[in-house]
């Protein structure tokens, strides 16, 4: 979580129970020597919440990283969104003027376990929004393309993995980006005057698209080796994975953003995040020129 005071970006570091941050780490020491004032807040305390945010004009949100409180289809507000919630509460209580808030760049009402507590998030914030009690700003973050193995079976074992069949829950057109052009993007958003993106909702990824069997056939390629993709039921995936010794909640969670990559949910088709990179004299990294990193 940060704040924003005057164009100064004010590090909330949550508990380590919450969050790796450590207020105390010396990856602070940075800000520290900028003169910029550290706050600690937790999510279970609203009144921490609020002291950290007092003086605050603009809070740059990021979703809670606890995703096991979504397993088992959590009901709204048990999951990540209870804490989202909290800090929104806080904020608005606090006097905050401007809450930009990172979600995630699948179709607005997606049925994914992944979105289930962004889209819960985004419909409280448009909610406040239309009282007139906040002004907001939604920040849809595209797919890591780091984080493909996850979309690919698992594949997390790149370089060792002996694989030669891959199993998924469905297929469809994907749109990644590199997280630091995402937070080129999203740098210079908060950067702007809060006016500039009151009321406004950007998906930050590439426009073009990378389906699985495209992503099987690149593997294949670098490692030299046919990786076939095999596309089977939600619940023969569930299943598949849990045998292999994932954690069914988990693996659960996961498996339904399958249906959204069918349905093309996953397809970025705003060009923010390349007209960025662009006035800036900058190219987003091609996901090939990742992958194969990845796997050398």
């Known amino acids: 979580m940060r704040t924003i005071e005057h164009g100064s970006i004010l590090d909330l570091a949550l508990t380590p129970s919450q969050t790796s941050s450590d207020p105390e780490s010396s990856r602070f020491d940075g800000l520290r020597s900028q003169n910029i004032e550290l706050r600690q807040a937790n999510f279970n305390d609203s009144s921490s919440l609020k002291e950290a945010y007092t003086g605050c004009e603009r809070l ?40 930009y808030y990172t979600s995630l760049a699948f179709g607005g009402q997606s049925e994914a376990g992944v979105m289930r507590a962004h889209v819960r998030t985004e419909e409280y914030l448009h909610e406040l929004e239309s009282q007139g009690k906040i002004n907001i700003t939604i920040i849809r973050e595209g797919l890591y393309s780091d984080a493909w193995p996850l979309a690919f079976g698992y594949y997390f074992g790149l370089k060792n993995e002996t694989r030669d069949e891959v199993v998924v829950a469905g297929d469809g057109p ?10 080129f993007a999203t740098a210079k958003i908060l950067a702007k005057p809060s006016q500039d993106w009151v009321g406004k909702t950007v998906t930050l990824g590439q426009r073009q698209t990378w389906t ?7 593997v294949s390629r670098e490692r030299g080796q046919k990786v076939n993709l095999k596309v ?48 800036a004299g900058k190219s987003p990294e091609l996901f090939e020129t990742t992958l194969k990193r990845m796997l050398a």
């Open 212 to 218: 699985l069997q495209d992503i099987a056939a690149l």
């Open 174 to 183: 994907l749109s990644f980006a590199r997280l630091a052009d995402i937070t």
């Open 232 to 279: 089977v039921s939600k619940e023969e995936f569930d299943d598949y994975y849990t045998g292999r010794g994932l954690e069914r909640a988990s693996v659960e969670w996961w498996s339904s953003a399958y249906e959204a990559f069918v349905k093309g949910e996953c397809a970025v088709e705003d060009p923010t995040l390349e007209n960025m990179l662009e006035e």
């Open 60 to 99: 740059f949100l990021v979703s809670s990283p606890l995703v096991e409180l979504d397993y088992n289809d959590a009901p709204i507000w048990q999951g990540r969104e209870k804490h989202h919630r909290a800090a929104i509460d806080a904020a608005v209580e606090a006097g905050v003027k401007h809450i």
